[in-house]
T-cell receptor, first 111, second 114 residues
Framework: GDSVTQMEGPVTLSEEAFLTINCTYT??????LFWYVQYPGEGLQLLLK?????DKGSNKGFEATYRKETTSFHLEKGSVQVSDSAVYFC??????????FGTGTRLQVFP | NAGVTQTPKFRILKIGQSMTLQCTQD?????MYWYRQDPGMGLKLIYY???????DKGEVPNGYNVSRSTTEDFPLRLELAAPSQTSVYFC?????????????FGSGTRLTVV
């Protein structure tokens, strides 16, 4: 079945460092891809999405490009802040009724 | 502008007790979902609904029941609580299929079964 694989965490960075969180997927058909963010004590929030190959989703300085040839959707940010500390989830949908989530990657940013 | 509201936020149950986790949304979304989040395991789908009167099982439905009598409400029922049901439960809703619109999540219910 469809699945999402994320890099193990935690990812620990200093403020203003470059961030990459890897995400690869397995799916039949042409899924939409998402990144969600979960801040401590809160529910998940949609961060960005891409619906077809070569699309780039972006929001709040974060970017991810839908790479069909490598089945990847890596999350990047050029300069992280302490306020970016959270758990990040990669997810896919094959346009049925539901999303399939990865296991999440915890990001810790220190001043 | 409440979005998705879950109650309670925290609960401790004894083994064998029952309870209902409440979920309501004010966005007139047809699609609603219940997930559980276990440490290091990501989110697992318990049940979902594509409209009032229609529910279906997800990946981990055993030990749970749901109903959807209105568009707004989607309660999750635990009949005989077990320690394996200790988790954080999230309710979510969507205007249409998840691939097009994504989900709006509630803030979660942290349940401990002792």
């Amino acid at each position: 079945g469809d699945s999402v694989t994320q890099m193990e965490g935690p990812v620990t960075l200093s403020e203003e460092a470059f961030l990459t969180i890897n995400c690869t997927y397995t799916a039949t058909g042409y899924p939409s891809l998402f990144w969600y963010v979960q801040y401590p004590g809160e529910g998940l929030q949609l961060l960005l999405k891409a619906t077809k190959a070569d699309d780039k989703g972006s929001n709040k300085g974060f970017e991810a490009t839908y790479r069909k040839e490598t089945t990847s959707f890596h999350l990047e940010k050029g300069s992280v802040q302490v306020s970016d500390s959270a758990v990040y989830f990669c997810a896919l949908s094959d346009n049925t009724d539901k999303l399939i989530f990865g296991t999440g990657t915890r990001l810790q940013v220190f001043p | 502008n409440a979005g998705v509201t879950q109650t309670p936020k925290f609960r401790i149950l004894k083994i064998g007790q029952s309870m209902t986790l409440q979920c309501t949304q004010d966005m007139n979304h047809n699609y609603m979902y219940w997930y559980r989040q276990d440490p290091g395991m990501g989110l697992k789908l318990i049940y979902y609904s594509v409209g009032a009167g229609i529910t279906d099982k997800g990946e981990v439905p055993n030990g749970y029941n749901v109903s959807r009598s209105t568009t707004e409400d989607f309660p999750l029922r635990l009949e005989l609580a077990a320690p394996s049901q200790t988790s954080v439960y999230f309710c979510a809703s969507s205007r249409g299929t998840g691939g097009t619109y994504g989900y709006t999540f509630g803030s979660g219910t942290r349940l401990t079964v002792v």
